[in-house]
């Protein structure tokens, strides 16, 4: 590949390089229906008026690894009606809490070392789907670097999270595919942008991510675990130039 020569990489890294930013998407899916998955949502969601959320998803979602919620009363799910169709979305208010939810539902109760740096999750399979959102500032960015107040920005993270997450569930909905790397990264932080401030612009995508050389706690170590150091740095140069593009655009 052309794009690999331009970076100082040998044999092995030019092949993981190219295999991570490839596209991995497909053609365009007909997807199943929604009604058929949303019937037990509606039904939970009706039970949880009487037992309280973070009962009923401690009953149906984690029995086996129920979570102490710390303040359940934080809790919520409601069905979204999002870009891709109807999703269920669980908020919760109490970042322990989150945590310590993502934790028994994505990682078996095993809590993994990056947990902090996680704000929402998209946990799809046959059976299930669903959505669960944090209230953490986005990227774990203060209001004061995206010159906001704090309850403005509290407000539009969970705009941009909500769009963002809705965007992996879009691709895997209608593409057969959510990947865990920078490409789909990028794609879903152009729209969640688009829908928190109705603009996109490189720099906020490029310090969430810790590719600007200012955010030493970016989410660029999520998304190319275990990778070697040179491949690193050029998807994060790719991903610059790529994020300059839809600037642009």
């Known amino acids: 590949m052309e794009l690999a020569s331009k970076f100082n990489l040998n044999g092995d890294e030019k092949k993981i390089f190219e295999d991570y930013i490839s596209n991995k998407m497909g053609e ?3 997807p199943s229906k929604d009604e058929e998955f949303l019937d037990k949502w509606n039904a939970w969601i009706d039970e949880s008026s009487k037992k309280g959320v973070a009962s ?4 149906y979602l984690i029995p086996k690894r129920p979570v102490e919620f710390k303040k359940p009363e934080c809790v919520s799910v409601s069905i979204y009606e999002s870009i891709a169709g109807k999703i269920p979305i669980i908020v919760v208010g109490d970042d322990d809490d989150f945590e310590n939810l993502i934790i028994n539902l994505a990682y078996r109760g095993v809590r993994p070392d990056n947990i902090h740096q996680q704000g929402a999750s998209f946990l799809a399979g046959k059976t299930n789907r669903f959505i669960v959102l ?3 500032p986005y990227s774990n960015i203060p209001a ?5 107040e704090e309850e403005d920005w509290r407000k ?5 999270r909500r769009a963002h997450e809705c965007t992996h569930y879009y691709t895997r909905r209608y593409y057969g595919t959510s990947q865990n790397n920078l490409h789909d990264e990028l794609m879903a932080d152009f729209f969640g942008l688009y829908a928190a401030f109705g603009k996109y612009q490189s720099k906020w995508f490029t310090h969430f991510m810790g590719i600007d050389g200012q955010n030493l706690d ?3 170590s ?3 675990k275990d990778l070697p150091k040179a491949v690193v740095d050029a998807i994060g140069q790719v991903a610059i130039c790529c994020s300059r593009f ?3 655009c």
Do not use: D
């Open 28 to 30: 365009k899916l007909q």
């Open 56 to 59: 009923v998803l401690n009953s």
């Open 134 to 136: 944090s209230k953490k």
């Open 144 to 148: 004061s670097w995206m010159g906001l």
């Open 156 to 160: 539009k993270s969970m705009v941009l």
């Open 218 to 220: 970016g989410r660029l």
């Open 222 to 224: 999520l998304y190319t």
């Open 246 to 248: 839809l600037e642009k």
